[in-house]
């Protein structure tokens, strides 16, 4: 049987929900245990927070004062120790940022490769995952006799809801820690609205928006029913808005339940993006625009002119 540890994703101490859609593929594996590991410099409410999310067996914590800014060359020695030590078969992270520089490093620590952005579980050793920007998706079968070292690919599962709060452990881990990187600063762009990358209802913009000014009515639009706001690449290289909004191959994979683009034509790269989308709804003032074959709802028309109309029609 499968023994799972999935490594705690979490920011400025609030547990991201890429974990819960973590343990969500990670109950697909029927495992005899998920447990959670987390990493701080203070783990007892994030730890707490873990303990609650259905399927988790068990919470394992492990402070020291260089987890304070969750690093991937810092960590990773001690996630693989970690895993060495509870004789763990399968070592599971999400497919954020965050897990995208940890998990790599992970595997070469435990001398294994890894399976990248799992999007459905056959079996302990098999999976589905997406390949050419997700228009293909393949099946891969990884050797049974060694740890596994997975991504999971948050915007194919749920986060799993909470249950009864599991127990939590404090782990000893003696691992001697790198010095060669330390952390310096992190910026990040505060804002009240949602997350893009968890909200169910997101507003995006592309070329069509036309400036930064224009971008405005986006928001106001987004504030009004309470979603994230995204952006094509083009409208991101065009400087409208930072490249943390990019939806895309190249930028965030989102699974929202309402996804409403507005001027965007809907290249190959961008619908890679949105592949789990619940309802598309597309404005866009050429008929012609690809956007249209993947859209539930389409509307051809001026995006300026539309706005204002959907804005009104919400009001009342
Ligand atoms: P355009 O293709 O220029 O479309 C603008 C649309 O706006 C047009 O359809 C036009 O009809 C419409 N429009 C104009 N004015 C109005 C108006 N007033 N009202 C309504 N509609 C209007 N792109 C991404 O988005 N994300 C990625 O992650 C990404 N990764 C890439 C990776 C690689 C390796 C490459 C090569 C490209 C990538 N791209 C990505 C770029 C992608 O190929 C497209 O160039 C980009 O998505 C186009 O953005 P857009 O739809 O905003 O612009």
Redesign the pocket.
Known sequence: MSKVLIVADYLKGQLNSSTARAVACAKDLSPESIEVLVLADDAASLAEAAAKLDGVTKVLTVERPENEHPMAATLAPQIAAAAEQGGHSHVLGPNTTFGKDLMPRVAAKLGVAMVTDIMAVHGPYEFERPIYAGNAVVTVKAPDNQVLVASVRCASYPAVAEGDAAPVEALSLDVELPSHTRFVDLETHGSDRPDLQTAPKVVSG???V?SEENFKILFDFADKIGAAVG?????VDAGYVPNDM??????KIIAPELYMC?????????L??IKDAGTIVA????PE?P?FEVADFGLV????K?LPELEEAISK
């Open positions: 592309g070329r069509g036309g952006a094509s690449r083009a409208a990019q939806v895309g191959q190249t930028g507005f001027g965007i034509s809907g290249a190959i790269q961008h890679a993006g404005v866009n003032k050429d625009a956007i028309g001026d995006l300026f539309v």
